[in-house]
């Protein structure tokens, strides 16, 4: 709900505070004082249009600023925090300021954000219905969803199970698309998994494979090195039965170990380092040994060596395409076979989906039929209940109508199309509203169509600009109770020049202006029950201390109040 409007430099408005509260609230004024921009200003406000023009004359920029009370909780609560702003204890803070060079900035909650946000946040927050801004109910999707709200719980539950339906058949048609189009594609794929994995399947690699024959590689490669360095190293330790002189180390440790197993009884610390040479001599003899059979087991072997270099030479290859070691080009075909599992089960996909996608469309037709039967029961009422409506608001000769066309597409809420149409007098055919009403029609055809959906299409805030423009008498009366009603369930704020229709608010605002001989200024000012009776005097007599003008004013007060049940 709006709390507060600040109007600074816009048109003949210098600095104006609009405070507001819920239920209806007229704006009234002479001709010329500004009424106007007070809907001009609310219209910036929530996205609107910039129009350099409309900055006051002399002054930078027009600047409007208003504050709302929000929950906490809720859609514009979300759309304000996606937009980096934030609210102060539910009340929201919106600011809109367009320069005379035409440049227009918006802040929301504290935070600069493009004036499309605005525009996006006034949905849920605001519906103005003036002369030129009937915007809100003129788009066909909105009709739809207003038109949907008033057909109530048949029509939501009917639509909550299209909805689940249609998400599912999009998600089942989206797959089917998929596999049929890219069926090229997927054989290629498919092509490409099962040479790899033919191609690892015939080479049979083994974990681990590929470093053992490095390693297997390497030893027969160097094979005669090999073998020369453990004989040499076998006869340092064992000593070469060829020479004459052997000093082996073998024979060496052999006679150390003699000279002190002698005497190692008369010392326990030389009977230690003797034990230690025992040790010694186990291991080298050991040494020996394996230094022996490892000489007799190397063997240069050519035929094997090409073997070896021509395996690795084969898994190589495998590691260039599949993967850096034969435990990655493994890997590599375990998830290409799944794979290829995958593609080659797509007919079978493919005709699960087809039939699925069938069921879906039948069940889709079912309720999209219901839904458009819904929908032709309720746009019959509820044509019928405007009619009448605007019959009150002297329009008696205007009949409004609801067309439902139903296509052959399945949309997000059916195959229909909402459109409300208008017939002025009996011989005019139906059109659109924006084509089927003056603008003074168009705002109580407005009125009659809020006052119909009754919280159909809730907006917190209602305003009209001039919605009795052509009326008076009996009619007007009718138009400020319809106000009021409408006030029951929403903050309504409306600009009149009819006192019939200002006697039903619950606040009444004057736009008052004064003239030093050079610049007319405007501001605006909230009236208590004398400042109402004055004014609604004015607005009947155009004297505001009439006598008789006073009395018919407090008579149109206490009559409207007697209605509001005040």
Known sequence: MLEEVRIQGLGVIDDAVLELSPGLTVVTGETGAGKTMVVTGLGLLFGGRADPQRVRPGADRAVVEGRLTVPAEGRVAERVAEAGGELDDDVLIITRSVSAEGRSRATLGGRSAPVSVLAYLADDLVAVHGQSDQQRLLRPERQRAALDRYAGEPLSRTLNAYTVAYRRHREVAAALEELTTQARERAQEADLLRFGVEEIAAAEPVPGEDAELLAEETRLAHADSLRIAATTANEALTGDPTAEVQADVVGLLAAARQALTAVREHDTALAAIADRLDEV???????????????????????????????RSLLTQLSRKYGATTDDVLAWAEDAAKRLAE??????RIDALRAEEAELSARLTELADSLTAVRTEAADSFGAAVTEELTALAMPHARVSVKITTGTEFGPHGRDDVEVLLAPHPSAPPLPLHKGASGGELSRV????????????????????????????????????????????????????????????????????????????????????DGRTRELSRMLAGLEDSELGRAHAEELLTIAAADRGD
Do not use: C
């Open 281 to 311: 001599g186990y291991v080298l003899t050991d040494a020996a040994t394996e230094l022996a059979s490892y000489a007799e087991s190397v063997e240069a072997d050519p035929a094997r060596l090409a073997a070896v270099q021509e395996r």
């Open 446 to 529: 407005m009125l009659a169509i809020e006052v119909v959906f009754a919280g159909a299409d809730p907006v917190p805030t209602f305003v009209f600009d001039e919605v009795d423009a052509g009326v008076g008498g009996k009619a007007a009366v009718e138009i400020g109770r319809r106000l009021a009603r409408l006030a029951r369930r929403a903050q309504v704020i409306v600009v009149t020049h009819l006192p019939q229709v200002a006697a039903f608010a619950d606040a009444h605002l004057v736009v008052e202006k004064s003239n030093d001989g050079t610049v007319t200024e405007s501001g605006v000012t909230r009236l208590d029950r």
């Open 343 to 348: 593609l080659e089960g797509d007919d079978d």
